[in-house]
DNA sequence: CGCTTGCTTGACTGCGTTCAATCATTGTGG
DNA sequence: CCACAATGATTGAACGCAGTCAAGCAAGCG
């Protein structure tokens, strides 16, 4: 499953968060230039993770976090029987592994859904300087908070509904992502095959195709292997919202 | 449905953390005995909190995080179209709130189930105090890791899951919490109504109602209406695992 | 004691799963 | 560059689990 990981280096950026193109979306959101300097320095760069790469295993020892810089990601669990359980998919600017703090291992796996680069960060080092910048301990809060926000919200929404307000809320919350990311968009990009959408959504991969093709017969979207269009924005509100 | 909370105390305790019976459980597990002191002097104890009553509500600005001293709570959102959804249960020595760090206000309510009290910390001064203490910002970390973990692991359950496996997912989780706190135990507690429980499942009641005489017929477990024992721990495994 | 509320049971319907076949895409070796 | 294999996506048909509606039962409370 996991390709040769032989191609994936370590880089040194200096200035790494400082002359980031995505910082805004990441821990730095909100820190000062001066405080800036001591995150940044304890950034590793690594990559190109490749399409299958695994970036952490479950059982793995946790010792950092990683923020996306580029690419995208998918984080799954093995149930006891096996199967693969996808917890989720991380856009770019996004923070893998806070589901190990306080752990001694890695819960769940990530790979790379494309060529990805992520900015390795020492947990230790990080939460000792989390303690000297004020600035960086609310962020981290804040962001740990928003987590649990957002997989408090991902577990409301699957329980109870159809196939289609599942995939519509999906495709929703993919677009509102993106939006943060890069403005107002005409596609959104599907990184991630069926299977694991259809996974992540608790559906079978045919009731996930049955379901996109009903939505684009009814003129909602438009649907391609690898990305989506919104068509008919009411309907898509009505259905996602 | 919220009952009257005019009796509801503000009580200050001396010594509130190092006398709390609950204390291992809580965010003091790992302080210092100094350091306790200081999260002492911000915790507020409130209550009693009758069934029904609310400790939170959603949109209410969000200022404190609550650590369950004593009773038992659930939490829930509203949907678009105005049903409750219940995104957990809590136990003593729980942190309640955290889903709102990072936000203005809180995203869900926070009911009682039974008479309970809590601990009302200031979120800005605990957080303030975090970063003076070391083991109070490690401990938080370490909680909202936890909570992200516990959450994800929910995702993965509720999501392909019969029934049957659901349910006994459910008690297990509950159990296995039950035991943290009071040790080996026969009876375990359900103090939410059965449509609670379906409601968190993502089940219809009728669903659940049948899944627990079945679970009852084949001996799995016995069940009355407000608790639960296990009676065949082979095949609690084999469904709950 | 009767009322209310919550829980359980029954019958039926329908959505999503499963199994199977076809179609589309991608990548590979001749 | 094309043929072909392999993988992924879609479509079809039949089944089964859980939802819905409705009625009966138990428990709690005035």
């Not at 391609?224 to 919202?241: E, G, I, N, W």
């Amino acid at each position: 499953m996991a390709k040769s990981s032989a191609n994936i280096r370590l880089v040194h950026v200096k200035r790494a968060c400082e002359e980031c193109a995505v910082r805004r979306l990441c821990l730095p959101t909100s820190l000062a230039e001066s405080d800036l300097e001591s995150l940044s320095s304890l950034v590793q760069r690594r990559g190109p993770f490749q399409k299958g790469d695994l970036i952490y295993r479950a059982g793995e020892d946790f010792n950092s976090l990683f923020a996306l810089q580029s690419g995208s990601v998918k984080t799954y669990g093995l149930t006891h029987d096996g199967e693969e359980q996808i917890t989720g998919f991380h856009l770019v600017g996004e923070l893998l592994g806070m589901d190990a703090i306080g752990n001694e291992v890695h819960p769940c796996n990530a790979i790379a859904l494309e060529t990805t680069w992520v900015c390795e960060m020492p947990y230790a080092k990080l939460s000792e300087l989390a303690e000297l910048v004020p600035g960086l301990q609310r962020e981290m809060f804040r962001v740990l908070g928003k987590e649990i926000r957002q997989d408090e919200h991902a577990l409301m929404l699957v329980r109870r509904l159809r196939a289609e307000q599942r995939v519509m809320r999906f495709l929703n919350s993919l677009y509102q992502r993106m939006r943060e990311r890069y403005g107002l968009i005409e596609e959104i990009p599907l990184p991630m095959s069926r299977e694991d959408i259809a996974n992540y959504l608790g559906l079978a991969p045919e009731t996930l195709s049955r379901a996109l093709t009903k939505l684009r017969n009814d003129g909602v979207i438009d649907v391609t292997t690898r990305s989506v269009r919104f068509l008919d924005m009411v309907a898509v509100c009505r259905l996602a919202c």
